[in-house]
C-alpha cells in the first residue's frame, strides 16, 4: 500500500489561511485526513503553521495552487 502524505507550511496564518482554505475545500474529495498544527497557549498564538494531509487521486494541480500563494509552501511525500 502506497501513503500520499501532502505537508503544508504556512508562515502567515492569520492573512493566508482563508486562501488554503479555499484550495483544500476545491479538493475535498481527494483528502483523507486532515490535521493542523501550530504554537498556541494562554499568552501565545504563533502566526504560522503546519497542515498535514492525507490524499488520494491526482492531487499535483492542489499543490501547484497551493504553492502559488505566498508565504505557503506544499509538498507530497509517498511512502
Do not use: P, W
Not at 475535498?28 to 487521486?57: P, Q, T, Y
Amino acid at each position: 500500500m502506497v501513503y500520499k502524505v501532502v505537508l503544508i507550511k504556512i508562515d502567515h496564518r492569520a492573512s493566508e489561511a482563508t486562501k488554503v482554505q479555499s484550495i483544500l475545500t476545491e479538493y475535498g474529495c481527494n483528502i483523507k485526513v486532515r490535521l493542523g498544527l501550530h504554537e498556541v497557549s494562554k499568552e501565545f498564538c504563533a502566526n504560522d503553521g503546519l497542515i498535514v494531509l492525507e490524499v488520494e487521486g491526482e492531487i499535483g494541480e492542489m499543490i501547484d495552487k497551493l504553492n502559488a500563494i505566498e508565504y505557503v509552501k506544499a509538498q507530497m511525500i509517498e511512502m
